[in-house]
């Protein structure tokens, strides 16, 4: 974050809103506790510019500084600074002062953990030295109704504030937690699942099958000579095949079929629900679709699918052992002749 400028932006986005929420109702408390005081014009003034203009003067600092992020932990720093001013200067009114002071502290935590934390009371401390240097120390432990009421918004109305930020935040966190999944699961290639994503679904699978007694079948699907294809037409019409594969899987399978890349020019494919002939007829259909395929620079480029397929057995003990009977499917594909559909039971010819 510290030197992606972009982040630093969001960082400051999300401070804004609650700093001029926090300035605004903080001095309220800080007021009622100054007014008995009789302080100087100069303080009232500062007090003004610290609850109306500082919060934007600290927003603009931050957008347009080439580090956002550090210029707007600085911001955070002057925010103690201020703060332990003001504390000072009210004569350490109990309510005000924890009011102020802990919620300074819930914001440095929040922003920069203990290190910040620790830093923004290093500012306070030295804002309460730059008060006692200018206005001398005083000590007011009497609290009167009035500073318990002008104390009331800011420990209301800024918690929800920072509260509705930290919910925002969990929620785009959340999101991308969603989308890091995604890709993590996901081919970069084909935008199908990737081979570690296909196999643990496949060990789910495997148990509703055992636990539920249900029917599902599973094929492994290779591009026939696909290193002849890349040798031949390069790599660039390799991949045009591997997506075009993926693309008839899509607009092929059922939704709730799942379909993912093995490896290389190697598909793979559950189907819950459907026996073996069911399942056979789906590739079927499938190879047919993809033996018309024509590469739109290259007319003469065909290509075919060799097909195994293994439905559930009660018999296996783990997915592996069904995973290995789709690969003895496929290996008998291709020891075949290729273009064509093997199964554990049954071997399909091409009908040419």
């Known amino acids: 974050m510290q030197n992606h400028p972009g982040k630093g932006l969001s960082f400051a986005k999300r401070i804004y809103k609650p700093r001029i929420i926090g300035l605004g109702i903080g001095c309220i408390s800080v007021a009622a506790a100054l007014y008995p005081l009789g302080v100087p014009t100069w303080v009232w003034a500062l007090l003004g510019f610290n609850a109306v203009c500082w ?72 804002g309460i030295g730059i008060s006692w240097a200018l206005l001398g120390a005083g000590f007011s432990p009497q609290v009167s109704q009035l500073q318990v009421y002008a104390c009331l918004p800011m420990l209301t109305l800024y918690p929800l504030a920072v509260g509705m930020v930290c919910y925002r935040l969990a929620i785009k966190l959340s999101e991308h937690k969603r989308a890091l999944s995604a ?22 699978s495997f148990r509703e099958c055992q636990q539920q007694q249900v029917q599902a079948t599973i094929g492994l699907i290779d591009i026939d000579h696909f290193k002849a294809i890349n040798d031949t037409y390069g790599h660039i019409v390799g991949d045009s095949v591997l997506r075009q594969l993926s693309t008839e899987l899509k607009r092929n399978l059922r939704q709730n079929d799942l379909a993912g890349r093995y490896g290389g020019d190697e598909f793979c494919v559950i189907l819950p629900n459907l026996s073996l002939d069911q399942a056979t007829e ?26 195994g397929l293994a439905t559930y057995q009660a018999h296996f003990s783990d997915a592996g052992q069904w995973l290995e009977a789709a690969d003895k499917a496929l290996y ?3 020891s075949n002749g290729r273009n064509r559909i093997s199964s554990a039971r049954v071997s399909t010819p091409d009908p040419a």
């Open 282 to 307: 789906v590739m079927e259909r499938l190879r047919l679709v993809f033996a018309d395929y024509r590469h739109p620079a290259i007319a003469q480029l065909k290509v075919s699918l060799s097909i």
């Open 55 to 126: 919060a934007h003067l600290a927003y603009q600092l931050a957008t347009r500084s080439a580090s956002p992020y550090q210029a707007e932990r600085r911001n955070l720093l002057i925010d103690s600074l201020l703060g332990g001013f003001w504390a000072a200067t009210m004569h350490f009114n109990p309510l005000a002062t924890v009011t102020i002071l802990s919620m300074m502290a819930m914001n440095n935590v929040a922003a920069g953990g203990l290190r910040l934390l620790v830093q923004g009371i290093l500012a306070q401390l030295l």
């Open 183 to 204: 890709l993590s699961r996901t081919d970069s290639l084909t935008g199908l699942l990737n081979h570690g994503a296909w196999k643990d679904l496949l060990h789910v």
């Open 332 to 334: 008998s594909a291709k």
